[in-house]
């Protein structure tokens, strides 16, 4: 029930925005009671941030999956997490417009977890960047392209 709850949250906060979309609302869509999504969640704005939460795990977890796989140049590694990054938006594409658009109703605590998790995806992109260009770089020096 509670993945069901998380679903209808995603889809009505997606079509309606987190202000415009109370508890009422997506608990009638289910056909449960307010005590069913208490059962689960604290708060509309704590379901919020486990959608937050959920999708820039996810993301990361993708993400190093491609870092850590054997076999890939970095550039290789690039274009996956490229991929990564534009397919997840098109394969989830409520669920990424949650994220990118009701983040601003997060408390400022939970807003900063995100946004670290965020700061740790860019890094891991920076280095692989880093690392072609470096590569790159060496290799015009050398005559070597």
Known sequence: MKEQITHQAILL????????????DIVDAL????GTF?????????????????YIYNLLERQKRIIDKGGLTQKEKIIGIIRLLITD???KGPRARVFFREMRHLTNE?????????KIFALMWKMCCEMVWKKENFHRTCGLI
Do not use: C, P, W
């Open 38 to 54: 208490y059962y689960y969640f604290t708060s509309k704005e704590q379901l919020l941030m486990e959608i937050h939460r959920e």
């Open 110 to 118: 939970n807003r900063e977890d995100i946004k670290q998790n965020e």
């Open 31 to 34: 056909g449960v009671t307010k």
């Open 13 to 24: 906060f997606g079509e309606r925005g987190f202000s415009k979309t109370s508890i009422q």
């Open 89 to 91: 938006i098109a394969d």
